[in-house]
């Protein structure tokens, strides 16, 4: 008879006969022992079914958790019913957080009538309609205002040392509206002049506002590039659930700097300024064929309000460990995540956010119980449910910003947003070879012993146009240095809207996805090495 160990090397050395075999994907070198851990897992991981999952998620969806808003009772309705699990599988409560509650303070904006925008040129005025026009950015208010500002134009509100443009030389802007284009110069391809891609970061309306902030400028107007296939409400539509609802912000709010932010329809206001001697798509065309800046002081005026007041309320996330056994690496804790907030109630309507994201909460709860079930590893496993994602990645900004386990003792995050839609077969991946190869090793070993699942990793990039690295709560700790991997099965035709419900769901690949992600967490809490960090500094990504 042979003995446990040789029989665990003939396994293993099959094991990795095998994955060599049916991986294509690996085209990276692999670890036996994140394959031998994958493989070990794989037992605990078909206790994990679809049944359960969509049980989960049937709860989730329900009328009585509304949409589970931050910071809404149906927030907290969520987190109780969260919590109950935890309890009930044995899982204990962190230092820090009583009852499985890490409670953070927000400040919640409430709208109370819409904003108004006039464009004032002596005896003219040409009054903009809320949304059909333009939409205001509350982002940098929480109060009610209103007054009358000088424009000043600049080009595309551009600035950068290194490619040798700047918008704002030789132009003062402070005190005074900005007016931009918005995007930045482009080629007949539409690929940007300054750095040859598709998209830069110096489109980005967010970089140029918060340049201008740093200017002195008194706030700002982008205006949207014509679109022959979209509207301008369509093209401003990301402004929607924060510009018509109440904009949830953590404290301190630094984002209330009073500053103006809008957004306004090239159609809208290209014809008035004809009439001042003001041709925008000339200005466009001679700043993309030279560029050279064309900024200069206006002799319009815009007169504007807006009327919101602000409230001081507590979200909360549910956060729960099981704590390692082996005494050398108890100290470490691997993190899993998803997001359980959604949009809550318009206009009557439950927004039930299935997809997005009660499928990645569902995915963690079972996850959970498995980890309850199989009993401690070796290191300590931390099971986060967050709230605030849909606000701005509030809830792990909130925890990353006051860690109650040392992120530095966090040797990696596991995120969950979205399973449950698109391909049967496939899930894509981002962010796993980011900081660590290690880790992006191991996930690709889960997925050789997971059956009926792909990885695709063609948005595991820093620059895609869509910004999915940036766009879920892994990247409050990427960026904080922990090694980070985001599972995602792409936006759909329902994506925040009341459509996404949980009979579109595909439970099947959940089941696959969920117990892939199983054994990673498993092979990330049992290997005797933490995930090496080959890149540092997140943050400049």
Not at 24 to 37: D, H, M, N, V
Not at 73 to 90: P, Q, V
Not at 390 to 396: D, I, M, W
Request: aromatic share 10%.
């Amino acid at each position: 008879m042979l003995n446990f160990h040789t029989v665990r090397q003939k396994i293993a050395f099959t094991g990795l006969m095998a994955a060599m075999w049916v991986a294509p994907l690996a085209a990276k070198p692999f670890s036996p022992a994140y394959e031998w851990r994958s493989l070990s897992a794989g037992f605990q991981a078909r206790t994990i079914a679809a049944q359960e999952l969509r049980n989960h998620v049937a709860v989730l969806t329900s009328d009585s958790l509304e949409g589970r808003e931050t910071p809404t009772a149906g927030m907290w309705k969520t987190a109780h019913y969260i919590a109950r699990n935890f309890k009930n599988w044995g899982l204990t409560p962190l230092p820090g957080a009583p009852d499985f509650f890490y409670r953070y303070p927000v400040k919640v904006k409430e709208h109370h009538a819409p904003p108004e925008l006039d464009i004032i040129s002596g005896n003219d005025t040409l009054a903009l309609e809320n949304i059909t026009h333009f939409r205001f950015l509350p982002f940098y208010h929480d109060s009610a205002g209103a007054g009358t500002d000088s424009l000043v134009f600049v080009g595309y509100g551009i600035h950068t040392d290194s490619l040798d443009y700047d918008d704002f030389k030789d132009i003062d802007v402070t005190n005074k509206i900005a007016l931009f284009f918005s995007g930045e110069p482009q080629d007949s391809t539409d690929c940007s002049i300054l750095t040859g891609e598709k998209w830069s970061r110096y489109a980005s309306g967010r970089h140029k506002r918060e340049y201008l902030q740093k200017l002195g400028a008194a706030g700002c107007i982008e205006i949207l590039l014509p679109d022959s296939s979209e509207s301008f409400p369509k093209q401003s539509r990301w402004v929607k659930s924060i510009a018509n609802r109440n904009a949830v912000t953590l404290l301190p709010d630094t984002m209330t700097t009073p500053f103006l932010g809008f957004l306004a329809s090239w159609t809208a206001i290209d014809s008035f300024f004809l009439q001042q001697n003001m041709n925008l798509t000339a200005l466009r065309q001679k700043i993309d064929a030279s560029l050279t800046p064309m900024s200069f002081p206006m002799t319009l005026n815009i007169q504007y309000s807006f009327h919101i007041t602000s409230r001081i309320d507590t979200a909360v996330n549910v956060i729960a460990q099981l704590s390692g056994k082996d005494p050398h690496l108890t100290g470490e804790a691997v993190m899993l995540t998803a997001h359980m907030d959604h949009e809550g109630v318009k206009d009557s309507v439950i927004y039930r956010g299935a997809d997005d994201n009660a499928s990645g909460t569902a995915a963690v709860l079972a996850i959970a119980r498995a980890l309850a079930q199989r009993g401690p590893g070796r290191r300590t496993q931390l099971i986060m449910l967050v709230s605030g994602e849909e606000k701005g990645l509030l809830g792990s900004k909130a925890y990353t910003a006051n860690p109650i386990w040392p992120l530095d003792h966090t040797v990696a995050e596991i995120n969950i947003d979205m399973i449950g839609r698109n391909a049967p077969d496939s899930i894509f991946v981002i962010g796993s070879d980011m900081l660590s190869n290690d880790l992006d090793q191991a996930v690709r070993a889960a997925a050789r012993w997971s059956r009926g699942m792909r990885l695709d990793f063609r948005y595991n990039t820093t620059d895609d146009p869509n910004r999915f690295y940036y766009r879920s709560d892994h990247y409050n700790f990427a960026k904080n240095n922990v090694p980070s991997v985001f599972y995602f099965s792409g936006i759909h035709e329902d994506y925040h809207k009341p459509t996404d419900t949980m009979e579109k769901l595909d439970f099947g690949k959940m089941e696959r996805v969920t117990r892939m992600i199983y054994r990673l967490t498993h092979t990330l809490n049992m290997t005797k090495k933490r995930p090496h960090l080959s890149a540092v500094d997140a943050a400049a990504h």
